[in-house]
């Protein structure tokens, strides 16, 4: 069992990670999920390359979705575009580069996004939901799963363009 | 932002691992240990060997979007001796991927080489088995299963099982509405399903055509026999003409055919399918003479009983829906033809006659058209198939759908069940 763990803990830590903020809960979240894995494990259907991980993420992510109580989660954000924090958010957003970004620091970045904003650019770029299954999923509307998504992408832009702004500057001090 | 952005990030995360949270196995270990785990002593040891084999499976398979050959190049698993209360599963693994596989190696008794993706010996203790098992990594995930439900000892663990099942929260976990979605990369085979489908289907004439031919007299007794096709103004083919001068018509409509049907389908690859059955056409002439105040009606049945064949290429839009386009022949022969028809003068019926009638020979129809097959369920699917056939010409004189329009309209309706 030690070794499907150590086999798959990096990753499953790394999804669970996108999603929840505080890395106390990752790993509270993480240990119920294996124990799930290792209870379920005699139920899993090889379904062919990827499933096993497929199956054992699926897991992960909807005792995630599950901690992310209905007061967290993305419905009830609606109100979030008064938070100053969205104010400058632009009207228009184009792609940021993420080329030269480490993953490190983008993995910091989508954390640092809102839990509705995170929960929604998770399901839609990460799990490749659609905006109507995510609205079914979340309870939400589906143009409300669609601005959330904008919203999501368009701070992270921002994030993106406040790291490459310092690390210029700190090229420049240096 | 576009789709390739999130692409690039989806890909970018799809190789990454964070470092793993301290303490977490142990906390895994106490949580596997608790004394509310009913019968954990004994099924432990059996989980541990399930998880074990899944362990392989996972080294064996490397997830999505991982490139097989660069996971292939990294992982080399030796599987060693199989003890009693589990099988020890030794794995030489790259520093990247777990950095201590110095201290899992054991002493060996076979090796398990991937390209083979053979299973080294197991010991009769730990599994029902002896002798060494060979198995492909679906019988090897198969044996996942029997090793947790098939052992009597395992029975204790069902107490547990029955508790977790009875926790609502971990009911929901298994639940919809996630469940495929979350496995993008084997979305379209997981929704596809088995190679094999069986399908009933049908289609109603949803029209029909009419023309209005020939200009002279037919007399009724002609009708015993299936008209002979009538050409505009050309009245030198009947035998029997009165009176050319009374004006008279004939109204010809031939409904599009009543059609059911049986196939099952093979699913080549995620795009081309191949499917053959038995179908079923009952094919309605309605032939309406009048004459001033005689009217004669002519009915024709005939009931086809043909092999179709069809090729579709295809692809999913969605996990829910698979769209296609099909192209197909099928070779019919009659079975059985009627005839009936009824003399009508001033609103009344004053003759009628209802006799069997014959439509020798094979008759070739080649189609081709575009499908879609919404999916109902995990095994059942329901298909619309829009469709233009084209019915060969054979020889016939007889005046029915397939010779008067060669090519005609069809809508089929079907439902699939795949295995």
Redesign the interface.
């Known amino acids: 069992?030690?070794?499907?763990?150590?086999?798959?803990?990096?990753?499953l830590?790394?999804v669970c990670?996108?999603y929840i903020r505080d890395?106390d809960d990752?790993?509270d979240l993480?240990?119920e999920s294996?124990?799930?894995i290792?209870?379920?494990?005699?139920?899993?259907?090889?379904?062919?390359?990827?499933?096993?991980?497929?199956?054992m993420?699926?897991?992960v992510?909807?005792?995630a979705l599950?901690t992310l109580s209905p007061k967290k989660r993305a419905f009830s954000l609606e109100a979030l575009g008064k938070r100053d924090d969205c104010d400058d958010i632009p009207d228009e957003?184009?792609?940021p580069p993420?080329?030269s970004v480490p993953?490190e620091e983008?993995?910091r970045m989508i954390r640092s996004l809102p839990d509705g904003y995170r929960t929604v650019f998770n399901l839609?770029?990460?799990?490749?939901?659609?905006h109507k299954?995510i609205a079914?999923?979340l309870g939400i509307k589906e143009n409300s799963s669609a601005s959330q998504l904008f919203h999501a992408?368009a701070m992270l832009a921002k994030l993106v363009q406040d790291y490459y702004k310092t690390r210029s500057d700190g090229y420049k001090m240096g | 932002?576009?789709t390739k952005?999130?692409k690039?990030?989806?890909d970018?995360?799809l190789v990454?691992?964070?470092?793993?949270?301290e303490?977490?196995?142990e906390?895994?270990e106490k949580?596997?240990e608790k004394p509310g785990r009913k019968g954990a002593a004994i099924w432990y040891p059996l989980?541990?060997a399930?998880?074990?084999i899944?362990?392989l499976?996972?080294?064996a398979?490397?997830?999505?979007?991982v490139s097989?050959k660069v996971f292939v190049a990294e992982n080399e698993v030796v599987i060693t001796n199989v003890t009693e209360d589990s099988i020890d599963?030794s794995?030489t693994?790259s520093q990247e991927?777990?950095g201590?596989s110095n201290e899992?190696v054991n002493s060996q008794a076979g090796s398990l080489h991937r390209s083979q993706r053979t299973v080294a010996q197991q010991s009769k203790q730990s599994d029902s088995q002896s002798g060494s098992l060979h198995h492909s990594?679906?019988t090897v995930?198969?044996q996942?299963?029997q090793?947790?439900?098939t052992d009597s000892e395992v029975n204790n663990s069902e107490v547990?099982?029955d508790e977790?099942e009875n926790d609502k929260?971990?009911k929901?976990?298994?639940e919809q509405?996630?469940?495929n979605?979350?496995?993008?990369?084997?979305r379209a085979?997981?929704a596809q399903r088995g190679k094999f489908s069986v399908s009933v289907y049908g289609h109603s004439p949803f029209g029909r055509t009419t023309t209005t031919q020939g200009y002279g007299f037919v007399q009724s007794q002609k009708l015993s026999d299936a008209p002979t096709r009538v050409a505009s103004g050309d009245f030198s083919s009947l035998s029997q003409m009165y009176a050319a001068n009374t004006e008279s018509s004939m109204d010809v409509t031939h409904f599009l055919a009543f059609r059911a049907g049986l196939s099952a389908s093979y699913s080549w690859n995620d795009h081309w399918v191949v499917s053959s059955g038995l179908q079923l056409s009952l094919l309605v002439s309605d032939f309406v003479e009048s004459s001033g105040k005689v009217y004669v009606t002519t009915d024709n049945f005939y009931l086809m009983a043909g092999i179709p064949l069809q090729i579709q290429y295809g692809w999913r839009p969605?996990s829910w829906i698979r769209v296609y386009a099909l192209g197909g022949i099928a070779a019919e022969t009659c079975i059985d033809a009627r005839t009936s028809s009824s003399t009508i003068f001033s609103r009344k019926t004053v003759s009628s006659s209802d006799a069997k009638t014959s439509l020798p020979g094979i008759w070739w129809t080649a189609s081709a058209g575009a499908g879609a097959q919404i999916a109902l369920s995990e095994h059942w699917g329901l298909y619309f198939e829009p469709s233009v056939e084209y019915h060969l010409p054979n020889g016939s004189e007889v005046d029915f759908l397939y010779t008067s329009r060669s090519f005609s309209p069809a809508l089929s309706v079907g439902l699939r069940y795949s295995l």
Not at chain 1, 38 to 53: A, P, Q, T
Not at chain 1, 124 to 129: G, L, Y
Not at chain 2, 16 to 21: G, T, V
């Open positions: 069992m030690k070794i499907l763990y150590e086999l798959s803990v990096g990753y830590t790394s990670k996108r890395d990752v790993k993480l240990q294996y124990l799930k290792f209870d379920k494990i005699g139920r899993f259907k090889y379904m062919g390359e990827g499933s096993l991980i497929a199956w993420k699926k897991i992510i909807n005792d599950k957003v184009s792609d993420l080329e993953i983008l993995l839609f770029v990460f799990e490749e939901k659609s299954e079914s999923f992408k | 932002m576009d952005w999130d690039k990030l989806r970018r995360f990454y691992d964070s470092p793993k949270p303490g977490l196995w906390d895994i949580g596997l989980v541990a399930a998880a074990s899944a362990a499976l996972f080294v398979i490397p997830r999505s979007g097989d599963l794995s693994i991927i777990v201590q899992q990594q679906k995930a198969q996942i299963g090793t947790a439900t547990a099982r977790i929260t971990v929901k976990a298994f509405p996630f469940d979605a979350f496995q993008p990369e084997s085979k997981e969605a």
